[in-house]
């Protein structure tokens, strides 16, 4: 089994940076892949990225590559989510998922509960 435990996040002003941790239990970190999601108030959760077995392969929707960074770290079970000069839709609910697989494809198995970052203007 998989546990995903998320921190980090907090109430910002516009243009602040963030950096969200997920620390994952288990000792297959190494074998999962992970990505975040987030969900705003009143909308469907959305993709946001994801990085494959090392930090090297990543992958982001469009709308926000530059601005947030993921990586890993193998050695801490950790993976994080950089965000830089945060705006204020980017207030929501971030999510950390994990999977066995192609890291690209979705369909993750494994879900934290959730950190709230809120960007006020």
């Known amino acids: 089994q998989v546990q995903l435990v998320e921190s980090g996040g907090g109430l910002v002003q516009a243009g602040a940076s963030l950096t969200l941790s997920c620390v994952a239990t288990?000792?297959?970190?190494?074998?999962?892949?992970f990505a975040w999601y987030r969900q705003a108030p009143g909308k469907e959760r959305e993709y946001v990225a994801a990085?494959?077995?090392?930090?090297?392969?990543?992958d982001y929707v469009d709308s926000l590559k530059g601005r947030f960074t993921i990586s890993r770290d193998n050695s801490k079970n950790t993976v994080w989510l950089q965000m830089n000069n945060l705006k204020p839709e980017d207030t929501a609910v971030y999510f950390c998922?994990?999977?066995?697989?192609?890291?690209?494809?979705?369909?993750?198995?494994?879900w934290g509960q959730g950190t709230q970052v809120t960007v006020s203007s």
């Open positions: 998922a994990a999977k066995f697989g192609e890291f690209r494809t979705g369909n993750y198995v494994y």
């Open positions: 288990g000792r297959t970190f190494s074998s999962l892949v």
């Open positions: 990085v494959g077995w090392d930090s090297g392969s990543t």
